[in-house]
Structure formats: structure tokens, C-alpha cells
């Protein structure tokens, strides 16, 4: 294959291959690995597109991100061939105007892309879902997918601390976040299938995420009880979508297996349990200070009983289930708020698939 | 190659903004122009600022036309947009803020660009700590000699004589910026 | 999940409820939920409080999986001798 990248020799040391990354700028601080043509070429093969695709151009400097782009800061984090799929999905996803890309990647918020992945090539690919799916299950799909994205957003869009983003804190998930959805362990239909994809269908969504947001409970076992309060925990005064419009954003919330069925027995319908997320999920206005309240009233977000929603729909709460069966903890995904998740189902070269 | 290296492809592209288009400026007295103030929902600074300097263009002789934003997608997102491009068609030139925070710096300088890609002058407000980055978005999105004023950081917790203060100071250099003569 | 694990875990157990006379029978292993269930067969069983008491019996046949099978799974006790399952 004919790649058109500049080609650079580097020393086959990897300890001096990381000490370059870092005088290059190529990296995130971790070691990678070196973006050999061999390397670059296998996961070409697996694409649906040829290398000079043109995928989309990337913000903040509006980097043109051609396959063979993607593919090297792939091959530099250790995606696979058969997972490079999920990376152009993800950054198609991330591309979308509607999960506002130039927004997202120059804001002074923690946010960054979290890719949600259904489908039955989860654990092919090594996409953690069961416990420490977030962090220490160590699946290859999960730590390098994610890693490929941001490495591209860094690369290719060139999103740099405190140069073109202005994010006061950045996120652990800046190296990278890809989980899967424990699909056999839910009691609801799966994010995907909810988003219009078949079951059989590997599906990436991604979520404009400020982090991971714990709760745990180790005292009530009823259903309604528990996601009354995690409800209010997730409504919490200094949330991102008290500061933007009601009607934009997602907030994810990961339900270990435990309290979804729990949570399903209560609640058959993902409908109804979103509805009473959503109708729970606010704070009286008197919680926040006069000069809150006052551009929170200005904004036409208090209701007539003096109520601040969170969200205006139950759909922009979002269920999802994954996690260990250790049960009595949840984690939320809170939202940036002017951003709405997006979809994309996971193509492959066509001459490569087996199933 | 040799036996100690290894041949890799380099990972990065080039950011976009090599080729910048022109900016505009009025060249005459901003008497019996109308011109256009984008204000933001999220800063009550600003909206003070804006309203003062539109007070102060009225009493110049102008006429202005406010609008407010806030959102950055969905149909509100969509709709700031579409006020945005109906106030670069309607207008003689515009200021456009805030750009106190990164997103909002973001917005602030695309929306200043729908109003230079009509050939009209425009200056986008964007504050101090954010400079660097309003003018990085400009370059990469082919604006490079985008008017940008710049206001001091932070802004939005000070007390309104303050924010008047700040509004008298700067409010020749938004002239000035525009091109405005006496 | 390897079943043959998880019988040979089960057939542990089993082989010291047999002098009771009880038997476990094993309804389901499913790696996609990680779910073992198994049922607590106590017809041939003259005397009932002579097998294991439910929850030290739970917690033997969680023993002998977790000697046997990697990572996070659940298990799932049908034992007559109460009104839930464990």
C-alpha cells in the first residue's frame, strides 16, 4: 500500500522512541509504539475506506484526518486491525456537528470523548464491560480504541493543554475511554438498539463526558429509593447543565448488574425508569446562591414550584449497564451539556470479515 | 536504515489557516449605520458592557440591533446561528462577544466570522486569558486578521461600576477597531 | 467461563452432599452473564437439616468456583429449604 505520510527514522530503541514522542509532541506522555508502514498497513486492510479517505477534518486547527492518518496514531496506540473499525466509527461520531466538536475540544471543561461500544465483538476486541471496565480491567480493545481517538484529536486536530484547549483540568479519560455496555446483563433493550441499531450490530457511541462521577449505597436495596437518590446525586448544584440550555445533553448513567435487575424488576420499561430519573433530578432553587439563582431565573429555569430540572426530557438521562457484580455502586458520565451523543455503526472491510 | 533504527510515519497534519482572507473596517463615521451586538446569555458582564456601548453607538448616531446567543447545537444552537447570519445581512458592522471561557471563545470568534464572510466589519470581544486561543480559531478558520478586542480577565464577578468602567475605557478602541471615523 | 471448571467445581461439592443423599443439579452456566445456577436436589433425602445449612452451603460451592474459575461470576442457588433463592 502507498502511504503519503513523511516518513521519519527513529532509533529501534524504545526507551529513545519515547523520548522522541515527547520532544515531537507525537504523544500523551505514555509509551507508544512505533508507527511502522507493516503496522499502519494491517490496520489499512481492515478499513472500509482506502487510505486516502478523507474521514473528517478535526478541530480545534481543523487537521485533515485521512485514513492513513488515523491508522498511524492507531498503530502507535496498539489498536488491532480488527478494532480499527470502532476508531473511524468513534471519530465519524466525534466529527458530527451535533456532538460539537469545536466546542468540546477547546473548552475550559474536563470534557472529552467516552465511547460507549454494543455489539457482538465486545469481547473479541477486548472491550472491557465486566468489573473495572473503567479503569484496571486492562482489555486491549478499551485501552488502546480510546487511546487512538484522542491521540488523533491531539495529532491530527491538534488539541494541546493549554494552547488550543483551554481546559483547567483536562480528565483521566484524555488518554483515552472505551467500555462496552454488559448487553446480557440488562434487563433494557441496549443503548444501541434504543438509538435504532440492530442487536446484531457493532455499534460506537460517543458521549461528551467531564468524567466519571461515583455513587455508592450500602443501606437500601429498594429500587425506587435508589434511583430517587441517585437522581438527586446526579442533579448536583454545580452540574454543567445548569449553566446551558435544558434541552441539551446527555447524562450517562452505569448501572452495575446487580441494581439493574433490581432496577428492571421496578421499572420493565427504560421509558418509565427515565422518566422517573428525569421528574427526580432536581434542586430546589433556594440551594444555590442569590447570583446563581438570579441567571438560573433569568434563563426561565426554575418551575413554578421552584424547582431547577436538570434535564428537560427523560431521554437525555441515559442508562447504561456494565460493571462488576461487587453491586452498590453506580457511576454517572456527567454531560457538558451543549453536546448530544452520537452513533455509528462499526464497518469493516468487507474482504476481511468472517462472520 | 540502519540496524539501531526504525522507519515510522509522522502522526500529525497540518493545521488549516496557511491562506487568511481579508478583514473589513468601516473608513467613515458610524453615523446612520446600523450596527449589530451579540450578547451572550451565560455573561451578565457582558451583557452590560453591550448594552452600555449600544447606548453610547445610539448617542454617536448609530442604530443598533442586539441579539442574544448561548447555545452552540441543537435546534437552539441552530437557531443562534440562523440570528447570527440574519444580523451579518441586516447590519453595517457588528461586535460580537464574549469569549470568556473556551467554548464560549469559540463561538464568539465563528460567529464574528459570519459576519466578516459578508464583507463587513466586525470585531470579536474576547478576553485576556483567551486570547491566544481566539486567535488560534480565527487563523484555522481562515480569518486570521479577524478585529479581536481584547478585555481584561476575569470579568464576570465584577460589581457593575466596575463593568461601566471597563465599558468608557474600551469603548473608543471598539471604534477604532471598526475603522470608525470621526 | 470454562464449563468443564465449573462442573468439576460443582461435582466437588456434590460428591459430599451424595452421602446425605442430596444432589445438585446444574441448570445453567452462561459466560455472556456470568451466571452459574444450580438447584439443590433434596427428594432422596431423609434428613433435611442433616445436609449443609443453605448459607455455609452457598458459601462452599462459591469456594470450590472460585478455586477453579477466573474472574467475577455469580451464582445462583435454588435450594428448597428456602423461600428465595440464594
Redesign the interface.
Known amino acids: 500500500m502507498t502511504l503519503s505520510a513523511d516518513r521519519v527514522e527513529i532509533p529501534a530503541d524504545p526507551r529513545a522512541q519515547y523520548e522522541l514522542s515527547l520532544t515531537e509532541h507525537w504523544g500523551d506522555g505514555v509509551p507508544l509504539l512505533p508507527a511502522t508502514d507493516d503496522a499502519i498497513d494491517a490496520l489499512l486492510a481492515a478499513s472500509p475506506y482506502p487510505a486516502d479517505h478523507v474521514l473528517c477534518v478535526l478541530p480545534p486547527c481543523n487537521g485533515v484526518a485521512t485514513v492513513e492518518l488515523i491508522a498511524i496514531n492507531a498503530a502507535m496506540a496498539g489498536v488491532e486491525p480488527a478494532a480499527f473499525g470502532v476508531a473511524i466509527a468513534a471519530l465519524e461520531a466525534v466529527s458530527e456537528p451535533e456532538w460539537n466538536p469545536f466546542g468540546l475540544t477547546t473548552t475550559t471543561s474536563s470534557v472529552f470523548p467516552m465511547l460507549i461500544v454494543n455489539g457482538p465483538s465486545r469481547d473479541d476486541l477486548g472491550i472491557d464491560y465486566r468489573a473495572s471496565c473503567m479503569g484496571g480491567a486492562a482489555g486491549r480493545g478499551t485501552m488502546t480504541i480510546g487511546r487512538a481517538v484522542s491521540l488523533c484529536l491531539r495529532n491530527i486536530g491538534g488539541q494541546r493543554a493549554g494552547e488550543t484547549t483551554k481546559s483547567v483540568f483536562g480528565q483521566p479519560a484524555r488518554l483515552g475511554f472505551c467500555i462496552g455496555e454488559w448487553e446480557e446483563r440488562s434487563p433494557w433493550p441496549s443503548l444501541a438498539e434504543r438509538r435504532g441499531f440492530r442487536a446484531d450490530q457493532d455499534v460506537v457511541t460517543v458521549h461528551g463526558g467531564k468524567g466519571t462521577f461515583p455513587m455508592a449505597d450500602i443501606h437500601n436495596d429498594d429500587p425506587r429509593d435508589l434511583l430517587y437518590l441517585i437522581a438527586k446525586s446526579i442533579a448536583y448544584p454545580l452540574a454543567n447543565m445548569y449553566l446551558g440550555n435544558p434541552e441539551n445533553g446527555e447524562v450517562v448513567v452505569a448501572i452495575n448488574p446487580m441494581w439493574a435487575e433490581r432496577f428492571g424488576r421496578a421499572f420493565p420499561s427504560v421509558d418509565r425508569l427515565q422518566e422517573f430519573l428525569r421528574d427526580n433530578a432536581w434542586q430546589p432553587i433556594e440551594l444555590w446562591p442569590e447570583g446563581n439563582a438570579a441567571m438560573l431565573r433569568s434563563r426561565g429555569r426554575v418551575d413554578a414550584g421552584g424547582r431547577v430540572h436538570l434535564v428537560e426530557r427523560p431521554d437525555q438521562i441515559v442508562p447504561i449497564v456494565c460493571g462488576g457484580l461487587g453491586s452498590l455502586h453506580a457511576i454517572a458520565l456527567p454531560s457538558f451539556g451543549e453536546s448530544h451523543m452520537q452513533s455509528r455503526a462499526v464497518l469493516a472491510n468487507p474482504a476481511t470479515q468472517e462472520r | 536504515?540502519s540496524?539501531?533504527?526504525?522507519?515510522?510515519?509522522?502522526?500529525?497534519?497540518?493545521?488549516?489557516?496557511e491562506v487568511s482572507v481579508p478583514s473589513f473596517v468601516l473608513e467613515r463615521p458610524i453615523t446612520g449605520l446600523t450596527i449589530g451586538i451579540r450578547a451572550d446569555?451565560?455573561w451578565?458582564s457582558w451583557q452590560l458592557i453591550s448594552e452600555i456601548w449600544s447606548e453610547y453607538l445610539r448617542r454617536d448616531g448609530a442604530e443598533t440591533i442586539a441579539v442574544e446567543t448561548?447555545?452552540?447545537?441543537?435546534?437552539?444552537?441552530s437557531d443562534d446561528r440562523k440570528q447570527i447570519e440574519e444580523l451579518a445581512s441586516i447590519t453595517d458592522c457588528a461586535i460580537v462577544g464574549l469569549g470568556t471561557?473556551?467554548?464560549c471563545?469559540?463561538?464568539t470568534i465563528?460567529d464574528a466570522v459570519t459576519v466578516e464572510d459578508h464583507e463587513k466589519p466586525v470585531v470579536a470581544i474576547v478576553c485576556e486569558?483567551?486570547i491566544?486561543?481566539g486567535r488560534?480559531?480565527a487563523t484555522?478558520?481562515g480569518h486570521g486578521a479577524l478585529k479581536i478586542l481584547v478585555l481584561p480577565y476575569p470579568l464576570e464577578a465584577l460589581p457593575a461600576d466596575e463593568l461601566r468602567a471597563i465599558a468608557d475605557d474600551y469603548y473608543p478602541q471598539v471604534l477604532a477597531l471598526l475603522g470608525a471615523t470621526a | 467461563m470454562d464449563r468443564d471448571a465449573v462442573v468439576a467445581a460443582v461435582d466437588e461439592v456434590a460428591r459430599m452432599l451424595r452421602a446425605d443423599g442430596a444432589g445438585l443439579e446444574l441448570r445453567e452456566v452462561n459466560p455472556k452473564t456470568a451466571r452459574i445456577h444450580l438447584v439443590l436436589v433434596l427428594e432422596s433425602v431423609s434428613c433435611e437439616e442433616c445436609v449443609l445449612p443453605p448459607p455455609m452451603l452457598f458459601e462452599t460451592i462459591e469456594q470450590s468456583l472460585q478455586r477453579r474459575v477466573p474472574g467475577e461470576f455469580e451464582l445462583v442457588l435454588d435450594d428448597p429449604r428456602t423461600t428465595t433463592p440464594s
Open positions: 536504515m540496524a539501531d533504527t526504525v522507519m515510522v510515519r509522522r502522526p500529525t497534519a497540518k493545521p488549516a489557516g446569555r451565560a451578565r448561548g447555545a452552540q447545537m441543537g435546534r437552539p444552537g471561557c473556551g467554548s471563545t469559540t463561538f465563528k486569558e483567551f491566544v486561543h488560534n480559531v484555522h478558520l
